[in-house]
T-cell receptor
């Protein structure tokens, strides 16, 4: 089975622009989470979606939004990009939402550079 | 708040040396604990996990024991290889259905193994 896939792999944008990142979970997984990893830091939780509903949100501004589709794939949108949004954006999937009892599988990430 | 603290790197060792990367945590509730590894240019891979006190997680020669009394989850390996060079993240995940299903990561420890 394919793992978690993300697209694009790399992206360059300028300040003020908008960006959409995409994630396809492992087949059968219904939960998708998004994380931001700034260079030299650990990943920070942005969102969790389960069964197409938002089930958790980290400490990020409203410029960040996401959605999950009926096939459980997900998009992360970031509006009005700032230089500080430059980071590796990671998507993780798990079978359900049973916190702690399941492994979250991470994709390779999308590296976003804002100029 | 919930947090993970791990030793700062980089850690540089010779091949076949003994490895310890310290990790302590603060959490309200009963977390599961994880070590993730990130190889250059790649996403996160789960290395090992432990879901309750005194559990020992192990994989690829790495071990870590969930110590509730010292709130620690130190990573150890008896004989490291050059291929173990990577960034290692300690993380916790809280076991509660009414909470965000998110993983809280430490800042990561970069490990360099010299041949």
């Amino acid at each position: 089975d394919a793992g978690v896939t993300q697209s694009p792999t790399h992206l360059i944008k300028t300040r003020g622009q908008q960006v959409t990142l995409r994630c396809s979970p492992i087949s059968g997984h219904k939960s998708v989470s998004w994380y931001q990893q700034v260079l030299g830091q650990g990943p920070q939780f942005i969102f969790q979606y389960y069964e197409k509903e938002e089930r958790g949100r980290g400490n990020f501004p409203d410029r960040f939004s996401a959605r999950q589709f009926p096939n459980y794939s997900s998009e992360l949108n970031v509006n009005a990009l700032l230089l500080g949004d430059s980071a590796l954006y990671l998507c993780a999937s798990s079978l359900t939402r049973l916190a702690g009892y399941e492994t979250q599988y991470f994709g390779p990430g999308t590296r976003l550079l804002v100029l | 708040g919930d947090s993970v603290t791990q030793m700062e790197g980089p850690v540089t060792l010779s091949e076949e040396a003994f490895l310890t990367i310290n990790c302590t945590y603060t959490a309200t509730g009963y977390p599961s604990l994880f070590w993730y590894v990130q190889y250059p240019g790649e996403g996160l891979q789960l290395l090992l996990k432990a879901t309750k006190a005194d559990d020992k997680g192990s994989n690829k020669g790495f071990e870590a024991t969930y110590r509730k009394e010292t709130t620690s989850f130190h990573l150890e390996k008896g004989s490291v290889q050059v291929s173990d060079s990577a960034v290692y993240f300690c993380a916790l995940r809280l076991v509660a259905m009414n909470r965000d299903d998110k993983i809280i990561f430490g800042k990561g420890t970069r490990l360099h193994i010299l041949p």
